[in-house]
Antibody
Framework: QVQLVQSGGGVVQPGGSLRLSCSAS????????MHWVRQAPGKGLEWVAI????????YYADSVKGRFTISRDNSKNTLYLQMNSLRAEDTAVYYC????????????????WGQGTLVTVSS | QSVLTQPPSASGTPGQRVTISCSGS????????VNWYQQLPGTAPKLLIY???QRPSGIPDRFSGSKSGTSASLAISGLQSEDEADYYC???????????FGGGTKLTVL
């Protein structure tokens, strides 16, 4: 069964750091591009970052560029999101998602999604 | 302010047909495919429609998608109470070099 199971998250003070993990099962992580998407309380979805299947390319939303780092350990079939210099506006449920389709990113889609993990930035 | 524009709400009675629109620009919907996701209350988003109008296995044919120019739409026919959820459109944006989502449409089944 193809599944993404997330861990990490919690409460952190402004300026602090946190690392999220996303463990893949039922498929080989190294064959797929992977994403992080977040959802602030009561708000819509916001794409955060992508890492290509081999990790050669990574792109970030402007709102997190320079503060967040997406990475992957294909030997552990696990995706990560290192979040530094956290701000109150980073408070959200964070989802990991697998990208599937083909070589052209612009014609792909996300399936499945992880269960989500809540990050709260508050003093 | 989301890059893709959706109506914040939609509603219908059981059995009715409802449509949800998604408006973008030449850098996203105009040049790339559109996907739709359904988010039931308290759960993670789920793929509903991909490549403008394709349904994944297990998605009823009551759900359909279409795209024209810089706009897309999701249609739900034979509305059922379990369709009550938030619906999001998404597309890759060539200018932003990233994915963009609509603000979401909350569907209420009256």
């Amino acid at each position: 069964q193809v599944q993404l199971v997330q861990s990490g998250g919690g409460v952190v003070q402004p300026g602090g750091s946190l690392r999220l993990s996303c463990s893949a099962s039922g498929f080989t992580l190294s064959n797929f591009g992977m994403h992080w998407v977040r959802q602030a309380p009561g708000k819509g979805l916001e794409w955060v970052a992508i890492t290509w299947s081999d990790g050669s390319n990574k792109y970030y939303a402007d709102s997190v560029k320079g503060r967040f780092t997406i990475s992957r350990d294909n030997s552990k079939n696990t995706l990560y999101l290192q979040m530094n210099s956290l701000r109150a506006e980073d408070t959200a449920v964070y989802y990991c998602a697998r990208e599937i389709g083909g070589l052209q990113v612009s014609r792909n889609w996300f399936d499945p999604w992880g269960q989500g993990t809540l990050v709260t930035v508050s003093s | 302010q989301s890059v893709l524009t959706q109506p914040p709400s939609a509603s219908g009675t059981p059995g009715q047909r409802v449509t949800i629109s998604c408006s973008g620009s030449s850098s996203n919907i105009g040049s790339n495919t559109v996907n739709w996701y359904q988010q039931l209350p308290g759960t993670a988003p789920k793929l509903l429609i991909y490549n403008n109008n394709q349904r994944p296995s297990g998605i009823p044919d009551r759900f359909s998608g279409s795209k024209s120019g810089t706009s897309a739409s999701l249609a739900i026919s034979g509305l059922q109470s379990e369709d009550e959820a938030d619906y999001y459109c998404a597309a890759w944006d060539d200018s932003l070099t990233g994915w963009v989502f609509g603000g979401g449409t909350k569907l209420t089944v009256l």
